[in-house]
């Protein structure tokens, strides 16, 4: 438990540094004179492009290497980078700056479900898995307020340089506690298999057609999902007249207690059901997509911000179900000698597509609706991305027959 905990902290500081921009974008657009399209792309793409690429190279890398010294050059490389945004001073520079965050962010993922999968057996790592999953809500709450306490009482400069130097100083406790544990020890596997090469392993993922309609599920949710995380903050403060620290205090309660709920609901479903039918990885997430769409519109649409608190809480929890179930499944479909680059593969595709499109997405469509709208556009632009979670119970549910059959 002391790793997993370990593995937590450090995926919550991936995440403080990841969502952290969401809540300082009122002030950054407001000094640097930005755009909403030019927000977005600084909060997905400007991150996206160089950890989606980078991530498959350094999978692969831990296939065959420690992972977890990886793992520690990682949270230096990108906590140092976002103490470096804290110092720019246009928005190329605050992009550059996001492209190095996501270059250390590549290698502090996929080595850490590998981790997993070989410290829990096979019937417990929907829920250890969902655990470490806890790293979202509460790095992405943590970062939206103490990012907004940050900026509120200096400034949002300062606000990157604090959690940025934090992350190098844990660095150090984290490669001290963490051990490389034997790979594939709970599964009848050597851990001295031989490591295989990326055209072996994309010629194993190929035949899994499961592997593909969850990662391109699992992307459509999150094109809602980090849109959601970038974008809200700035919705309380526009539509509702909410000040930065209140709006981070209020959203970043919806995340933590949603989000934390979410994650390990669907970590224990998983388990519980998964056992006997395989199909239920997959089922689980579709069902809980499909009823997010009527708490959103509530949310939204309402005018008192206590019922929107409680509206948001539920469709919050719905969408982060996924990370147990999925994730897992991931572990499953392949051999354990594969399954951190299977992984990077399928955060290639949930990254580069939900998180490299969802915030620039919500943006460029928050900017075509302002127009009519003026700041209420946000408003509408959240509700017409309620429709990438249909998309995403769609792929699900074609890909739970076939689960069965793929799973090693």
């Keep these: 438990m002391v790793v997993l905990a370990m593995l937590v ?10 969502q952290i921009v969401g809540i300082l974008a009122v002030p950054i657009k407001a000094d640097l004179g930005l755009t909403d399209t030019q927000l977005g792309l600084m909060g997905g793409l400007a991150f996206a492009l160089f950890y989606t690429a980078l991530g498959i190279p350094i999978a692969m890398l831990a296939d065959r290497s420690n992972r977890t010294t990886i793992m520690t050059v990682a949270l230096v490389l990108w906590s140092a980078m976002t103490a470096v945004c804290g110092f720019a001073q246009n928005f190329w520079q605050l992009f550059l700056a996001r492209l190095g965050v996501g270059v250390g962010e590549a290698g502090g993922v996929a080595p850490a479900y590998s981790i ?4 829990f057996p096979p019937h417990q790592r929907a829920r250890a898995l969902g655990v470490y999953s806890f790293g979202v809500p509460i790095g992405s709450a943590l970062g939206i307020v103490f990012g907004g306490l940050i ?51 994309f010629r194993v993922l190929l035949s899994k057609r499961a592997f593909w309609g969850i990662s391109f599920g699992a992307a459509a949710s999150s094109m809602m999902g980090y849109g959601l995380f970038f974008w809200l903050p700035s919705f309380f403060v526009r539509s509702h007249g909410m000040t930065l620290l209140d709006a981070s205090l209020y959203f970043g309660a ?7 709920a979410g994650i390990w609901m669907g970590g224990w479903l998983a388990d519980r059901f998964g056992a006997a039918r395989r199909r239920m990885y997959a089922i689980i997430p579709a069902i809980a997509f499909l009823c997010t769409a009527p708490f959103y519109v509530g949310a939204v649409t309402s005018s008192s911000l206590a019922l929107s608190f409680v509206l948001f809480l539920v469709p919050t929890a719905l969408g982060l179900v996924w990370l147990g179930p999925v994730l897992s499944a991931i572990q499953h479909i392949v051999p354990p000698a594969m399954r951190a680059t299977a992984s990077a593969v399928f955060l290639f595709v949930n990254n580069l597509i939900g998180l490299g499109l969802g915030s620039v997405a ?17 408003r509408y632009a959240i509700l017409a991305g309620t429709s990438f979670y249909f998309v995403a119970a769609g792929l699900f549910l074609l890909s739970a027959k076939r689960l069965e059959r793929d799973w090693e």
């Design 362 to 378: 919500l943006g460029a469509l928050s900017d075509v609706l302002s127009v009519r709208y003026g700041a209420d556009s946000l």
């Design 254 to 260: 919806i995340l933590l207690v949603g989000g934390m």
């Design 116 to 119: 997993v999968a070989d410290y």
């Design 9 to 18: 902290l450090v995926y919550t500081f991936n995440f403080i540094d990841r």
């Design 151 to 201: 900026a509120h009482h200096v400034d949002w400069r300062m606000a990157f340089i604090v959690v940025g130097v934090a992350g190098v100083l844990v660095a150090p406790v984290f490669k001290l506690v963490v051990r490389e544990p034997p790979r594939g020890r709970y599964d009848g596997a050597k851990g001295g298999a031989k490591p295989s090469s990326f055209r072996e392993v």
